[in-house]
Every structure is written in C-alpha cells, then in structure tokens.
C-alpha cells in the first residue's frame, strides 16, 4: 500500500514537468489525443526493469495502451523518440525550475545518455 501511495505521488508531481511539454495530453505512443478519464502515465522502460519513477522516463499515454503494453522492453525508435522527448521537455523544464530536483535528474539522463544505456541494460 505504501509502494501504490508513493508512486501515485511521483505521477502526480510529474503531470506538472509533463504538461509543460504535451498541454494537449497526445499519447506518446500512437499519437492521438487523451480524452482526460483516459489520461495514464506510463514508463517507456518498464518499472520492472529500473525500478524508478524518474522524469526522463515517464510518459502521457492512454490508459488502454499503458494496459496493453505490460513489461515489454520498447523498440529502438521509441528510445529515441524519448531522448529527443527529453530534450525537449529540458528547454522548457529549466528555465521555469531551474534548481529543482526533477530538472536536475533530467539534465544529468541527457548528459550520460540514461534513457540509451538503460534499455541496453534491460535488453541483456
């Protein structure tokens, strides 16, 4: 219960960041509007895998892709569809919070290219 209780507070500090790069709620896996009773926040890289609810990681989808999608380790295109999604979440994460934690663990995935390595690491 306190695991449900922790990662529903790191969601829901993370639509704040999210917003401010996709206001229009598109899935970022199909590319479609989220009616907002559908609105879900998904790990690229499975939660099973990093075991963290970090920014550069985390994404709007559909909540019937994010049930779907399981633990499935995602496609080299989506890794770097999210790279390029980092960096531009960072050109607009920064100068609103700049000192903060969430833009600062965001800075530190693109400078040692995170997102890359870890779905190396997951890949085997």
Request: proline share 5%.
């Amino acid at each position: 219960m306190a695991f449900e209780s922790a990662l529903f507070i790191a969601k829901a500090e993370a639509s704040s960041y999210l917003d401010l790069e996709n206001p229009d709620h598109i899935c970022f896996h199909n590319r479609c509007p989220i009616e907002d009773k559908n609105l879900s926040i998904d790990h690229v890289i499975p939660w099973s895998y990093l075991f963290s609810d970090d920014l550069w990681n985390l994404v709007y989808v559909d909540k019937s892709h994010n049930s779907a999608k399981g633990n499935r380790i995602p496609s080299q295109k989506t890794i770097k569809r999210l790279v390029d999604r980092n960096k531009d979440l960072m050109k607009l994460v920064e100068p609103k919070y700049p000192k903060d934690k969430q833009t600062e663990e965001l800075k530190l995935s693109i400078e040692r290219d995170l997102v890359q390595k870890s779905w190396v690491g997951c890949k085997g």
